[in-house]
């Protein structure tokens, strides 16, 4: 018999713990029925229209052949109706009169500097996914005075993420960051299972990039920012000391195999990347990748381990987690077997139609206003985005320097700079 805990009692602790407003529409994670989801809550079609104290007036910011507006980070705005499009700005002509007859904006721009000096706007997206254009788009935003939703990931320096943290703490401006994974009601069930003891005491985290043409250091930052988002969701902060081995084809990367990575990464060396991290509280995390070794299904995904068994969860909206509980870990010696868990709990049907990208987006959106209203931090934040940097741009400086480094970083210089 399975050592599952009772739905009354995890009901009971959603309600306590306030997660019970993010799983939908009408169940609790154990599948007791609940109240119905206020206008801030997702629908079984995903999350509805918020309805907050006030209206926006939001600007887009596109790079089309540079980013483009990324994982359609520009759409989810059409569809909130307390958001007045103001304007959107695209340098590239084409790109522009394509985004114009998209999003309806009242107005269109070449220069996004000048966008965010002639209008008076609330919130700008900054959609592209080229991140060397993040840190100047950004600064000009709180240049502007407004929050900001963006696409990931962040910046790709220290120096840079350290200086948009001030500017935008300095105006007490919101900023949150598209790991759509972040704002999932599964995610919420799952880290309520673990607080519960689904699977005991936490032990260990382990995830995996794609490892598909981009595997190693390319990997780490698209692909792994997701991974290490999740892994500070688990270990409820951030790791303290990191220890890391980057190689070029079998060999420690040098200063000659560093590139100007794609997707405007900035520095970038390494086929095959194996990260080590220490939590605090005594948890330890691992990411590896490696170029061309991808599986199908992928690897990629997040596991927790436990003394008395193992989660697993994939990186998305509503994406899909599985609870092995076996304390073993071994189900081919203990005969256990695993079992899906969605929003609605352990081996439950999962009552949310819409796991889009846009509907990730939609609930981000809605956390981010609901954030700057009620003066808290997003659920994935400014100093969430600037965490998981560090976690990525660990791995160079312990690679460089040869051993195991303390964190936060003591030099916020981008380690591939500085290899002899």
């Not at 920012?225 to 420690?252: K, N, Y």
């Amino acid at each position: 018999m399975t050592n599952r805990l009772t739905r009354r009692g995890f009901q009971s602790s959603l309600v306590a713990t306030g997660l019970l407003a993010s799983l939908s529409p009408t169940r609790s994670a154990m599948g007791t029925l609940a109240e119905e989801p206020s206008p801030n809550e997702p629908t079984p079609n995903g999350p509805s229209p918020i309805k907050p104290a006030r209206q926006y007036r939001v600007g887009i910011i596109g790079a089309t052949g540079r980013g483009d507006y990324g994982h359609a980070v520009d759409v989810p705005f059409t569809r909130l109706p307390n958001v007045e499009l103001v304007a959107c700005a695209d340098a590239n002509p084409q790109g522009l009169a394509k985004a114009v007859e998209r999003l309806r904006p009242q107005k269109s721009y070449a220069d996004y500097h000048e966008m965010l000096s002639r209008e008076s706007l609330d919130l700008v997206a900054i959609c592209p996914r080229w991140i060397d254009q993040h840190f100047e788009m950004l600064s000009a935003a709180a240049q502007a005075n407004c929050h900001v939703y963006m696409e990931k990931p962040f910046c790709p320096s220290l120096v840079e993420c350290d200086k948009i943290r001030k500017d935008f703490e300095a105006k007490n401006l919101k900023l949150a960051i598209a790991h759509t994974g972040q704002y999932s009601p599964v995610l919420a069930t799952v880290l309520e299972l673990v607080r519960q003891g689904a699977i005991g005491e936490v032990l260990e985290l382990r995830g995996r990039g794609k490892e598909d043409h981009r595997g190693g250091a390319e990997d780490l930052w698209v692909l792994g920012s997701h991974i290490f988002a999740l892994m500070r969701s688990f270990a409820q902060g951030d790791p303290i000391r990191c220890s890391a081995r980057i190689e070029v084809q079998g060999q420690a990367i040098r200063k000659e195999h560093v590139v100007d990575g794609n997707e405007g990464l900035g520095p970038l060396a390494g086929d095959h990347v194996q990260a080590h991290y220490t939590f605090p509280n005594g948890i330890s995390g691992s990411f590896g990748s490696r170029k061309s070794m991808a599986a199908n299904p992928s690897r990629f995904a997040l596991q927790v381990f436990g003394s008395k068994g193992v989660l697993e969860i994939e990186s998305g909206y509503l994406a899909p987690a599985y609870i092995l509980q076996d304390g073993s870990w071994s189900p081919g010696r203990s005969g256990k077997k695993w079992e899906k868990v969605t929003s609605a709990g352990i081996g439950l049907d999962e009552p949310i139609q819409d796991g889009t990208y846009q509907a990730g987006h939609l609930a981000a959106i809605a956390d981010l206003m609901l954030a700057i209203e009620n003066q808290r931090e997003p659920k994935c934040s400014l100093g969430d985005a600037l965490g998981i940097t560090e976690m990525i741009l660990a791995t160079f400086e312990s690679q460089r320097v040869g051993h195991e480094i303390a964190l936060p970083l003591e030099s916020r210089v981008h380690p591939l700079t500085l290899l002899g």
